[in-house]
């Protein structure tokens, strides 16, 4: 199955991809986290990426196309995937449909405090590129569970950068909503409880819950 997860930042992308690739045994393909592994690397690609990246800004449309198309056809992309942060505009999904097929498109729909509340309240390893919420951590805890490098507040995740990214979601991307209702494959599910029930409330829209 090849699945969409679409929404504005903050709504919880990333995990359900990582929860639904446990599920089906198929890979999560993030354009951001390809993205922060060439920053990290500091390749030509990861510097000209990261002044948009920081500035809430789209990355351009060629530079993300061409690493979504050379991604998919990798083996294990054989029995599905799951696109988290990509297409991102109605330009990105014509061009995602001359080169792959897809079954479904989840709308993850989320007030914007609550999206806030989650964006600024996120920490991420900069060794591993783990992600926690402060909510989860102990006070003052400053060191990655998972591999005890340190605990990071991304730029991206600040207030002020978040509300640039809502506008230029709200401008860019949400117009990719219609485009994918038109085609039939949109499921819209409110995502505003828990991961683990807005899981089950995702993989009811997508037939999975069986």
């Not at 640039?164 to 860019?172: A, H």
């Not at 085609?183 to 599910?189: A, M, N, P, T």
């Amino acid at each position: 199955m090849n699945i969409i997860l679409l929404g504005p930042p903050g709504v919880g992308k990333g995990s359900h991809a990582k929860m639904f690739t446990q599920d089906l045994g198929i890979p999560q393909i993030s354009t951001g986290d390809m993205l922060r592994q060439n920053i990290k690397r500091e390749t030509t690609l990861g510097l000209a990426a990261k002044k948009y990246i920081d500035a809430g800004e789209l990355v351009p449309d060629e530079v993300v196309i061409g690493m979504v198309r050379e991604r998919l056809q990798a083996p294990d992309t054989q029995q599905g995937y799951i696109l988290d942060g990509f297409p991102r505009t109605v330009a990105q999904a014509e061009a995602l449909a001359d080169f792959a097929r897809i079954d479904a498109v989840v709308n993850l729909i989320a007030r914007e405090e609550v999206i806030m509340s989650h964006l600024t309240g996120r920490r991420v390893c900069k060794d591993c590129g783990s992600t926690f919420h402060i909510r989860r951590l102990k006070p003052g805890q400053t060191t990655c569970q998972v591999c005890g490098g340190t605990l990071i507040h991304r730029d991206d995740d600040k207030p002020e950068t978040i509300a640039n990214r809502l506008q230029v979601y709200q401008r860019q991307t949400e117009p990719l909503i219609g485009y994918y209702r038109e085609k039939g494959l949109l499921r819209d599910v409110v995502v505003e409880g828990t991961l683990e029930d807005n899981h089950a409330l995702v993989s009811q829209a997508l037939g999975l819950d069986g």
